[in-house]
C-alpha cells in the first residue's frame, strides 16, 4: 500500500532533498511550488488538477477495502466515520490551535536559518474555479494521509506486535519523509505533528478529528499563504512577479 502512495512519495522526496543538498545553489535561496498549473490553457488545467484529485482517492478506498472485515465497518474501525460530528469538530479545531500556529513560526524559522526552500503558492485569481480546486486538493492530502499514515498504518503496525509509541515513531518519521522536498524545516515540523496526530488517535481512536485538522491547515496553506505572500512578498522570501 505504501508502495502505491506515501511510502513512493517519501522515496522521491529522499531523492529531492538530496538533489537540494548537493546543488550549487543554498538551500535556503531554492523554490518548491504547490499547486502549481499544469497547462497555460484552461480547461486543461483544470481538467489535470480535478483528475490528480480524483485517482488519489482511490487509495483511500483500497485502504478502506483493504481494513473491511465481515461484520465490521472499516470507516468505523478506524473511526472515520460520522457518529459524534460536534466533538470531532472540536477536537480537529483545537488540533489546529496547536499544530497551525507553531508551524508558521517553525516555517519562518526555517527560512531564516537557510533549511527551508521558499515555497511558491499558486495565485488565487488565476480562474474562477482556482478556490473551489485548492479546498478539493486540501481535503485530498487530508483523506490521503490521515487515513493512510495513521488509520490504516496503525492498524497494520498493531497486528504485527507493534508498541504505540513504536507506531507513532514510524509513522510521524514517514509523514516528515514526504514533506523532504521542502526542505529540513518541513520535515521537523511533520514529524512533530505525526507525534502529536499519532498520540491523539491512540487516545481517541477516531482519525475523523485529525482529517478535519489536516483539512484546515492545508486549506490555510493553500489559500491563506497565498494571500499573506501577496500582501507582504518580502516577510516570506518569495519574489515579486
Known sequence: MLGLSLGASAVYSVVAITARLTAETPLGDQTAS???SRSDR???????Q???VFFDLF???LVLYLLW???RSAFRRIGF???RPWRDLGSGVALVAVIGVP???LYAAG???GITVTVVPSPLDTFWWTVPILVLSALRAALVEEVIVVGYLFTRLRELGWGTWGIIGASALLRGTYHLYQGIGPFVGNVAMGVVFGWCYARWGRTMPLVIAHWIIDMASFIGYPLAVAWWPTLFGVPSA
Open 81 to 83: 466515520d460520522l457518529t
Open 59 to 61: 487509495v483511500v478506498a
Open 69 to 71: 472485515q465481515p461484520g
Open 42 to 48: 484552461e480547461w486543461l488545467d483544470f481538467t489535470y
Open 50 to 52: 480535478f483528475l490528480d
Open 34 to 36: 504547490i499547486n502549481a
Open 103 to 105: 508551524g508558521l513560526a
Open 111 to 113: 527560512r531564516a536559518l
